[in-house]
């Protein structure tokens, strides 16, 4: 849903630390060229279609994702890049 906005180029959704809950759904947003999108504009569409426990709890915007040799994004680096300096990485 988040990848159909107009404002969106790419997104990867991806589990970071949080202190309450222990991980928390982030979207690692590049907005397309020109656009400035809001947090709230992205994540609220989907909280009132899919329920707030499924949306991303925070995005963070970003100027690119890191991929993979095959072209994907590689969500283990980019979920390592939150752990760092942590005892553990969660799922």
């Keep these: 849903m988040l990848s159909q906005h107009a404002?969106?180029?790419?997104?990867?959704?991806v589990g970071v630390p949080d202190d309450?809950?222990?991980e928390a759904v982030t979207a690692v947003i590049v907005a397309r060229e020109g656009a400035r999108p809001n947090a709230d504009e992205l994540i609220n569409p989907v909280k009132?279609?899919?329920?707030s426990a499924h949306a991303p709890?925070?995005?963070k915007?970003?100027?690119e994702l890191p991929m993979t040799?095959?072209?994907k994004v590689d969500k283990k680096v980019l979920k390592a890049g939150f752990w760092t300096g942590r005892e553990r990485m969660m799922g």
């Design 7 to 13: 404002d969106v180029a790419t997104v990867a959704v």
């Design 20 to 22: 309450k809950w222990g």
């Design 48 to 51: 009132a279609k899919k329920a």
């Design 57 to 59: 709890k925070h995005a």
């Design 61 to 63: 915007f970003v100027n």
């Design 69 to 71: 040799g095959v072209g």
